[in-house]
């Protein structure tokens, strides 16, 4: 067995022993314990704070706290472990009141783009080395720049012959210069199809490549040579929108995953509060 | 109309001499004395005559008393014949690495560590005046060609804690390391109150020992009494051979060296042309040959290859300490009815400098001594390998765990000879998520300053980060005239220890994979350290493998999906586990 696939093997028998666990507990004490919900809340909270000291962990990578690989693996199977928490926590009922609702919608949230992250952390990595080849996302505008002013001097120039100078075989029309304002310049201009992108779909590649050959009936053979250049830049450039669409989505996830994060904290330290200071000595 | 080809004179060997302030007079004197008046004329060949040699290929270099003329564990491209003074060795105690300009092992205490987290806040590349204070024990002066000397502050102390032994005119020193690409392993400093020596290049020193017998056997002779003897009973090969029989077979085994000592210049070069190719490797030994000889590779790298097609393919790279041509010999000794050539061939990669042990010897000392166990299983000449009846006989080729690597990735590693890296940055592409943790925890580790680049050439999903590789082979060491690059002791790390590097770029200029960056000091309230001549001060800098800090490097450690790790790429098991992970 590899290494990986060890890992989850052993990550998800613990978590299924620790949730059939959890569950036997809440058929026993649920009912013979009085102070149950105190018992399951705290417990949560306890797997809650192990969860968000994961984000402490990569805030000091210089102190010698084990490897973020072994503590992300912790995070996700305790992440996972807590949805059985959580409901054993609320008896396997939906909350009541505007507060548990927030508060459980809250959960709900950061467990959904946890899962969301996971996945995109194991799925686009793999799409992302097998197009536009391997670029850091900090250099794209400078890249996509570069990329315009050359497509803009294609097409400035009319024909592959006249960069710089007089085409010897011209005459040569507008066309691409026409062409590359009505179609091209807003795609050069900045990213563009991000959702297709995302969801590995071609199709705004394709029918941009085939405006591309509809115009080509126009040309002679000078403009068809520049035509072919401004095709591979268009390619270029569409792997260039391909990487910054998915690696702004891997990017982004986490501003997304993390204030929900914060958020729950806070309610849930409200949460508890407010049941201490509402509990009427039950406890 | 056709291009104008532009023309140029043709480079020569010697359109730059070692020491261009070499005269008619230097030469003249130095064919006066031993060796060199008793080197017949004759013997050398008309392109490399020897007043050329002397001129082109040597340097007279004057030391004042105390000036350190070489380092324990630095790696030089010359050796040195002493023409006047006296010099001495360091044989033990060895002299503190302080002395020697580098910086005393050290790890991080948890207080220095946690003050990282508010030491982020400095300025780039800042320095507190402590850190660039060099050892009392350490003077520095520049000679009259503005070259860096470092001398030895308190030479009677150093006399009187440390055992060392004086060496006078005529001696020689420093050639095995130069000729083997070999540490150094004794420090040499001056004893009297001037000395003049004379530094002969690795080229020069080859070619006199290629044209008189007496030098040559003069440096044999070293060679197998100091370095041979040892290595030969470190080998595993020859640890069933007696004292008798291991000396016996010193004087049986033949050295050489292939390929170009100075590889990175011309590698970088080649490279930057895109023209790396295998078929410009010298030929060790070619497949189908005779096997004549067990080949033991004790410096640099060599590619193992078969033919393919019209070309050649590569099947595994091996490195220092590793065997070719054992199985075939050992087949041949086993079978003498069947005997088979060498079923692949060897290429020196940069520079190679090796041992071959003669096939009669091997059968006559060492296969003998062998369990049945330990000779390679017989290939017979029904085996269906790809590359022939007898293509599994060598462990160093295709029953290596090179075989589960795929061969463009095996090319790519050897075309760009990151089989030289012990530490090497790879990253598995399925699995990175660029969310640059690594590099965060890079600059965290380093005060701000993250240390590597987290881009690189790549190959499928392998990507090779540009960050130091800690080479088996520093070429970056070789010409620090301060030794403030060295290795660690402990673990064998490069490092550079920013109070003794003075910026010259020798190190950033040697390496091959464009690791080490020079960059502009500023202290600690941001603003620029500038010298007495108002320029920037300039330091080395690269990755140092996290060498202060406690449990390894950061990058590896924070990589929260696995895709990150340091790794010796000589070690291809590792890499084939690594991939199916």
């Excluded at chain 1, 002679?220 to 690696?247: F, I």
């Excluded at chain 2, 100091?226 to 020859?238: G, K």
């Amino acid at each position: 067995m590899s290494r990986f696939g060890r890992q989850s093997f052993i990550g998800t028998f613990l978590l299924l022993v620790a949730s059939a666990g959890a569950v036997m507990a809440h058929r026993r004490w649920s009912q013979e314990l009085p102070n149950y919900a105190y018992l399951s809340g705290w417990v949560l909270m306890t797997v809650m704070i192990l969860l968000a000291l994961y984000n402490m962990r990569k805030r000091l990578p210089f102190l010698s706290l084990g490897s973020s690989e072994a503590w992300l693996q912790v995070h996700v199977y305790a992440g996972f472990f807590t949805v059985v928490l959580f409901l054993a926590h609320l008896n396997f009922r939906m909350p009541t009141g505007w507060f548990e609702g927030t508060l459980a919608w809250l959960y709900l949230l950061v467990t959904g783009s946890g899962i969301v992250g996971l996945f995109f952390s194991r799925v686009l990595p793999r799409r992302l080395a097998t197009r536009g080849g391997e670029v850091i996302h900090e250099k794209i505008p400078a890249l996509r720049h570069a990329l315009r002013q050359e497509a803009e001097a294609l097409a400035l120039a009319g024909s592959a012959g006249s960069v710089g100078g007089a085409s010897s075989t011209g005459p040569y029309s507008s066309v691409i210069a026409d062409f590359y304002l009505q179609n091209l310049h807003e795609f050069f201009r900045g990213p563009k199809y991000f959702w297709p992108h995302l969801l590995d779909s071609r199709r705004p590649l394709n029918a941009l490549m085939r405006e591309l050959d509809d115009v080509r009936r126009y040309l002679n053979e000078a403009e068809r040579a520049t035509l072919q250049k401004l095709g591979d830049l268009v390619r270029r450039k569409d792997g260039l929108d391909y990487h910054h669409s998915l690696q702004v989505t891997l990017k982004l996830w986490l501003f997304v995953h993390l204030p929900l994060t914060y958020s729950l904290m806070i309610f849930s330290v409200l949460h508890v509060i407010i049941v201490f200071a509402f509990s009427g000595g039950s406890r | 109309m056709p291009p104008t080809p532009s023309i140029v004179e043709r480079p020569q060997r010697w359109d730059v001499a070692f020491d261009p302030a070499m005269t008619d007079a230097d030469v003249d004197r130095l064919l006066a004395i031993p060796p060199f008046s008793n080197m017949p004329a004759e013997k050398f060949s008309k392109r490399t005559p020897l007043r050329e040699i002397l001129r082109n290929d040597t340097a007279i270099r004057r030391y004042r008393k105390g000036e350190i003329v070489v380092r324990q564990g630095d790696y030089g491209t010359s050796a040195f014949m002493i023409l006047s003074g006296t010099v001495r060795v360091v044989l033990k105690p060895d002299l503190p690495p302080a002395m020697l300009g580098r910086q005393a092992p050290s790890k991080k205490g948890f207080f220095r560590m946690l003050a990282q987290l508010w030491s982020e806040r400095r300025p780039p590349e800042s320095f507190q005046r402590k850190q660039l204070r060099q050892d009392a024990g350490l003077g520095e002066r520049r000679d009259e060609n503005e070259q860096v000397r470092v001398f030895l502050q308190d030479l009677p102390r150093v006399l009187d804690k440390h055992r060392t032994e004086e060496m006078t005119a005529g001696d020689f020193f420093g050639e095995i390391a130069a000729l083997s690409r070999m540490p150094r392993t004794s420090t040499i400093f001056t004893a009297s109150d001037e000395a003049e020596l004379l530094e002969i290049r690795w080229q020069g020193l080859r070619d006199l020992m290629r044209s008189d017998d007496q030098l040559r056997k003069h440096i044999d002779r070293i060679y197998r009494e100091r370095a041979l003897a040892s290595y030969l009973r470190a080998t595993p090969l020859f640890r069933h051979l007696t004292k008798e029989q291991l000396d016996e077979l010193a004087k049986h085994v033949e050295f050489a060296s292939y390929g170009d000592y100075d590889w990175s210049g011309d590698y970088k070069r080649l490279a930057k042309a895109g023209s790396v190719r295998p078929e410009k490797e010298p030929v060790i030994v070619q497949e189908g040959d005779y096997p004549n000889g067990v080949v033991l590779l004790r410096a640099g790298f060599a590619r193992v290859s078969q033919k393919f097609g019209t070309g050649e393919r590569t099947l595994n790279y091996i490195g220092a300490g590793q065997l070719f041509g054992f199985d075939e010999i050992a087949h041949n000794f086993q079978k003498p009815q069947d005997p088979v050539p060498y079923q692949y061939t060897l290429r020196a990669i940069g520079y190679t400098h090796l041992l071959i042990v003669p096939t009669r010897v091997m059968e006559q000392f060492v296969l003998p001594t062998l369990s049945q166990k330990e000779l390679p299983a017989l290939g017979g000449a029904s085996s269906a390998s790809p590359g022939g009846p007898h293509a599994r006989l060598s462990t160093t080729a295709a029953s290596s765990p090179s075989a589960t690597i795929d061969g463009d990735t095996l090319e790519f590693l050897t075309a760009n000879r990151f089989f030289n890296g012990t530490a090497t940055m790879v990253i598995d592409l399925d699995r990175c998520t660029r969310c640059d943790d690594c590099v965060r925890a890079c600059a965290s580790t380093h005060d701000n300053n993250p240390r590597f680049l987290r881009h690189g050439p790549s190959s499928g999903r392998l990507m090779v980060a540009n960050a130091c590789m800690h080479c088996a082979d520093p070429v970056c060491m070789i010409g620090c005239p301060t030794g403030a690059i060295h290795r660690e002791s402990f673990a064998g790390q490069v490092v550079i220890n920013p109070a003794t590097c003075i910026g010259c770029k020798a190190c950033a200029n040697n390496c091959p994979y464009e690791a080490i960056r020079m960059v502009e000091i500023r202290d600690e309230r941001g603003d620029f350290i500038v010298g007495e001549d108002f320029r920037p001060i300039l330091k080395a800098t690269k990755c140092d493998l996290c060498v202060e800090n406690w449990g390894g490097p950061a990058c590896e450690r924070a990589c929260p999906h696995g895709a990150l790790e340091r790794m010796n790429l000589n070690d291809l098991e590792s890499l084939a586990d690594w991939m199916k992970r």
